[in-house]
């Protein structure tokens, strides 16, 4: 049996109607899955289950990957707004690791990401200083051509608490298509709609809102705007590998298109599938333009 089609069985059409014939397809069963809406969660390991779906089948992928930071262990005080501390203790996917084991972890889940994408698709993947190097290098070595790297400043971001080193405001955002092949799929017209009528820079300034949950690292819903409206097309079926707060399932079913989220922790999950049904509210779109109805 076909474990890749029997698994995400009629991806394109309608989101991985699966059956479950198979003890793997039973293990792989999603966490959630809201046709209406047209989102799927599963809940698990990237690395295992983007083995399991099939070649060239995503429209775009956006990835907020590990960044391997943390190196104290610290419960710090923030004073951004959006929580009284951060626990780095809770957050054990941002522990550092030694730079073979970053190297490792990203050749694996890329190499599957590339292998799924679509001719002239792209990804989207975020770091910060800590790991947008490693990311960077494993992308070219596994052909893919790097398109912009996007400046991501957020204009309230929190100063550095200990005052050992000039506060961070910036994170980077790669763009990069699969390969060589195919027509790069970006609408240009429409990014620079968005940009009152001038071409976007590659540097996206936002301020960060406050969350009415609880997540370390949430993204800011006007970046994944931002990201799926350049490469994307309404009915378009976008992966998070990484989903932590479900931010891009979020925004994907605002604009009308497909979405398989990824994410390993079951409580985050369950804020996932709780935002995506609108408990912390409705869609509510930032850039700039009317949206067709």
């Known amino acids: 049996m076909n474990y890749k089609s029997d698994i995400l069985e009629g991806l394109g059409n309608s989101i991985c109607a699966e059956s479950s014939t198979n003890n793997y397809s039973q293990k792989l069963k999603p966490f959630y899955f809201n046709p209406k809406r047209k989102t799927k969660i599963y809940c698990g390991d990237a690395l295992d289950i983007l083995k399991h779906i099939p070649d060239k089948c995503i429209d775009m992928i956006f990835a907020d990957p590990p960044y391997f930071g943390n ?7 923030r004073t951004d707004g959006h929580a009284y501390t951060f626990d780095t203790q809770k957050a054990q996917w941002a522990y550092s690791k030694p730079i073979a084991e970053q190297f490792k972890f990203h050749y694996s889940w890329i190499k599957e990401a590339q292998r799924i994408l679509k001719d002239g698709s792209t990804i989207w993947i975020s770091g910060t200083y800590h790991s947008i190097g490693a990311v960077n290098v494993v992308l070219q070595d596994l052909g893919f051509k790097i398109l912009n790297d996007i400046i991501l400043h957020k204009r309230n971001a929190p100063p550095n608490f200990l005052g050992s080193c000039f506060r961070a405001v910036t994170e980077t955002l790669l763009w990069a298509k699969k390969n060589s092949k195919g027509k790069t799929k970006f609408n240009y017209q429409q990014m620079k709609q968005l ?18 949950f609880r997540h370390p690292a949430t993204k800011q819903p006007i970046v994944l705007e931002y990201a799926i409206l350049a490469s994307t097309d309404e009915g378009d079926l976008i992966l998070d590998p990484f989903a932590g707060s479900g931010t891009t399932g979020y ?14 922790d079951q409580e985050y999950c369950s804020l996932i599938k709780n935002r995506i049904e609108g408990k912390y509210g409705d869609f509510k779109r930032k850039t700039g333009i009317e949206r067709k109805v």
Not at 71 to 77: H, N, T
Not at 199 to 210: F, H, L, S, V
Not at 251 to 264: D, H, L, S, T, Y
Request: a positive charge.
């Open 195 to 212: 940009n009152n009528g001038m071409q976007m820079k590659n540097i996206w300034e936002y301020w960060a809102e406050k969350n009415p």
């Open 251 to 264: 925004v994907a079913q605002g604009f009308n298109r497909k979405c398989i989220m990824i994410e390993i």
């Open 71 to 77: 190196q104290s262990g610290l419960v710090i005080k």
